[in-house]
């Protein structure tokens, strides 16, 4: 799973999808998630990032990663 090559994103959270000419915004983790993902970086790696810098329990996380998957998924912003 990565994130679309035309995609772009920028530190600060915006997402742009030039196929569709949809733009999005995300927070400031979703945006570290996205540059992450947009590097190749899996899924498993992220996560343990995320666990270890903030502070969050393992199961929200995989409640909040599947719902952030499927809003990208929705978005299509995701190589599948």
Do not use: C, H
Not at 3 to 27: C, H, M, Q, W, Y
Not at 31 to 49: D, F, N, R, W, Y
């Amino acid at each position: 799973m990565n994130l679309r090559k035309n995609v772009a994103t920028s530190e600060s959270g915006f997402i742009f999808n030039p196929s569709t000419g949809d733009s999005f915004s995300a927070n400031p983790i979703a945006a570290e998630i996205l540059i992450q993902l947009k590097q190749g970086v899996s899924p498993s790696e992220i996560k343990k990032t995320v666990l270890n810098k903030y502070e969050v329990d393992s199961s929200q996380l995989e409640r909040d990663w599947d719902d952030f998957l499927l809003q990208l998924r929705d978005a299509n912003l995701l190589d599948t």
